[in-house]
């Protein structure tokens, strides 16, 4: 499969009016960050070197996921990769596409945002500010936390970190 270089304009719409919210602008390490595919030491380092700063995007992230928009985005995405695989299989009859629009969506949108709000708490880890790790901590106490990020958060709250 290849990638399209037609712009998709739903998408075009909301990466628009994303960038058109009353919201700060994030800095390059954490959008770096939250959507690197083999993320690096080197990322994560840039994010540390943050500090404090970067605590309240990532609090936020660890405590509630990605935002409404973002998400949209997201479903905008995966809308349209969906809708890829089905001309595929439109072409290749031997390859069918498994399951409805909504079920690929509801299935890869929750993976997204349970790895958003996992590098919130590896960042915030690496941070290591007493601020950073109130953040886990508030965060371990919710109690709703899939397994996997209530373990990710309880590995950094143990991890000895170097200033």
Known sequence: MYASSRLNPPLLVLAVLAGCSQTPVQPAAI????????????QLDAVKALGDRAVPEFRGLLLRGPSDTR???????LRA??????DYERRHPQNAVQGTEQQYIDRYLGQFVLRYRLRAAKALGAIATPS??????DAQKLTNL????????????????SP
């Open 31 to 42: 959008v770096t960050w939250l959507d690197c595919v083999e993320c690096t030491a080197a």
């Open 71 to 77: 998400l949209e985005i997201e479903r905008q995405r």
């Open 81 to 86: 990769a969906y809708q890829a695989l089905k």
């Open 132 to 137: 950073a790790r109130v953040a886990l901590q």
């Open 146 to 161: 899939p397994e996997r990020l209530r373990t990710e958060i309880a590995i950094e709250l143990a991890a000895p970190r």
